[in-house]
């Protein structure tokens, strides 16, 4: 197999296996809903007593996962997102969780971790040229356009700015993916983004990007 055929057949592959993943994402938290839908009563059909014997669910450390690094502990409960990071060097693992979970921002985490300050293309003001360099000369307006070789290639190996250029390019598909019908205050059915459900796909994207293996021909 030619290199460009073989970097054609990743960036498929990647594609398809990320979109299966957040896919998969989207019908267990749907399938979740419907049976606690067949499960719940209404509030405002239960009596004040009965309201007053629900309690909050408790949490324990053995729940999540947890990251320990410069006296932050960050807790992740996503057993898929948790092993994908704990397969990362040091490093990159720590670039990762200050980044996502800790609020950090390039500028910060590039002065603590000694690296290159990351790179933002829709920071710069000469973008054509930019874009052209990172698509390879194709056009940006096609209608199904995948992620170059070398930006899978970045992400998987935990670069936080190949990860998020993948998290851009997939956030369409994620909001229109997301949409649920739901009823306002009145009673009447809009189509709206369930934020739940688009961060769990956005989560179970990110798990799959860092777990995702590149494997040469034979």
């Known amino acids: 197999m030619k290199p460009s055929e073989f970097q054609t057949t990743i960036e498929n592959q990647f ?3 990320c979109k299966v993943a957040m896919e998969d994402e989207r019908k267990d938290y749907l399938k979740a809903l419907s049976r606690q839908c067949k499960r719940e009563t209404l509030f405002c059909d239960m009596d004040d007593y009965t309201v007053n014997l629900f309690s909050s669910e408790d949490t324990y450390p053995s729940h999540f996962h947890t990251f320990e690094m410069d006296g932050f502990t960050v807790r992740i409960e996503n057993s898929l997102l948790a092993e994908a990071l704990e397969s990362l060097d040091g490093k990159k693992r720590d670039v ?3 980044y996502y979970f800790l609020g950090f921002d390039d500028t910060e985490i590039s002065k603590i971790l000694e690296v290159k ?3 933002h293309p829709e920071k710069k003001t000469r973008r054509t040229g930019i ?3 990172i698509y390879g000369g194709r056009s940006m307006t096609a209608k199904h356009p995948m992620i170059p070789f ?3 290639v970045r992400a998987t190996d935990g670069d936080i700015e190949a990860v998020n250029q993948i998290v851009r390019h997939y956030s369409g598909f994620i909001a229109s993916r997301s949409m649920r019908p739901m009823k306002d205050e009145y009673g009447n059915t809009h189509m709206v983004v369930d934020e739940t459900l688009r961060r769990r796909m956005e989560t179970r ?3 799959k990007i860092l777990s995702f293996e590149i494997r040469e021909p034979n």
């Open 15 to 17: 594609d398809y296996i």
């Open 96 to 98: 990762i969780l200050r």
């Open 205 to 207: 994207l990110i798990a």
């Open 131 to 133: 874009y052209q360099k």
């Open 117 to 119: 300050p990351f790179y």
């Open 150 to 152: 070398p930006v899978i």
